[in-house]
């Protein structure tokens, strides 16, 4: 869904994990996903190199970590992000590995090999709308 009307949006990513250790059984609680929602806007007449160029710009909207403990409890769950758009631009709803950014190579392999994460759906709701006063 692209945003081509301003306004308060909200996303919810259908999650459920398999193979994690029981809530009660988690000693290490890392972060095992990221969620996030990225705009790319064309921005056009920047000049570069004496000639006008056309780039694209990314823009994080929201972001979110899910962590061990979030999907030790084997069912389906919503994890919502909320976000605030002018109405302009491309939105891709992303979900990927988190993967500890130089703490841990990959927090997933560090939790089993049974361990499974499956997406059922990604939701996108207008929750209200904005008249701004250049549009």
Request: charged share 30%.
């Amino acid at each position: 869904m692209d945003h081509t009307d301003p306004g308060l949006y909200s996303v919810s990513f259908r999650i459920r994990g398999f193979g994690f250790s029981k809530p009660t059984e988690i000693t290490e609680d890392w972060n095992v996903l990221a969620l996030d929602v990225l705009r790319t806007k064309r921005i056009k007449g920047v000049v570069a190199a004496e000639k006008v160029v056309e780039y694209l710009d990314h823009e994080y909207f929201a972001q979110r970590y899910i962590r061990i403990s979030e999907l030790a409890h084997s069912k389906w769950q919503e994890f919502e992000l909320r976000f605030f758009s002018d109405g302009r631009g491309v939105c891709e709803y992303r979900a990927s590995a988190f993967d500890g950014f130089g703490v841990n190579d990959d927090t997933l392999q560090l939790c089993g090999s049974n361990v499974r994460i499956v997406f059922d759906s990604v939701t996108v709701q207008k929750l209200r709308e904005f008249r701004l006063p250049w549009a």
